[in-house]
C-alpha cells in the first residue's frame, strides 16, 4: 500500500474531518448519551411539578369540601336537635291534653 492509496482512502472517508469524526466517535457518544440523560431528567422533573401542583389543587378542594361537609353535618345537628325538642313538646302538650280531658 503506497502513499497515494492511503491519501485517497483518508480523502475519501472525509479527509480531515473524517479522521477527527472517528476519534471523537466514542466522546460524541458519550456525549449523546448524557445529553438523553438530560433531557429526560428535565422532563421527568417538569412532570414531578405538574403532578406535584395537581395535588396541591386536589388537597385544597378536599379541605373545602371538609369544610363544607362539617358546616352541614352542625347545621343537621341543630335541626335534629329542634326537632326532638318540638317532639317532645308536642307530647308534653298531648298528656296536658290528656289530662284535662281526663278530669
Given at each position: 500500500?503506497?502513499?497515494?492509496?492511503?491519501?485517497?482512502?483518508?480523502?475519501?472517508?472525509?479527509?480531515?474531518?473524517?479522521i477527527?469524526?472517528?476519534?471523537?466517535?466514542?466522546?460524541?457518544?458519550?456525549?449523546?448519551?448524557?445529553?438523553?440523560?438530560?433531557?429526560?431528567i428535565?422532563?421527568?422533573?417538569?412532570?414531578?411539578?405538574?403532578?406535584?401542583?395537581?395535588?396541591?389543587?386536589?388537597?385544597n378542594?378536599?379541605?373545602?369540601?371538609?369544610?363544607?361537609?362539617?358546616?352541614?353535618?352542625?347545621?343537621?345537628?341543630?335541626?335534629?336537635?329542634?326537632?326532638?325538642?318540638?317532639?317532645?313538646?308536642?307530647?308534653?302538650?298531648?298528656?296536658?291534653?290528656?289530662?284535662?280531658d281526663?278530669?
Open positions: 500500500m503506497d502513499i497515494i492509496t492511503l491519501l485517497s482512502i483518508v480523502t475519501t472517508i472525509g479527509g480531515f474531518e473524517g477527527k469524526y472517528f476519534i471523537n466517535l466514542k466522546a460524541n457518544k458519550r456525549k449523546s448519551v448524557a445529553s438523553a440523560k438530560t433531557e429526560e428535565t422532563a421527568r422533573t417538569q412532570e414531578f411539578e405538574l403532578y406535584k401542583k395537581q395535588i396541591e389543587y386536589l388537597q378542594r378536599l379541605e373545602a369540601r371538609d369544610g363544607k361537609v362539617d358546616f352541614l353535618y352542625a347545621e343537621l345537628r341543630k335541626k335534629e336537635n329542634q326537632v326532638l325538642r318540638l317532639t317532645a313538646d308536642n307530647n308534653a302538650l298531648k298528656l296536658k291534653v290528656q289530662d284535662t281526663n278530669n
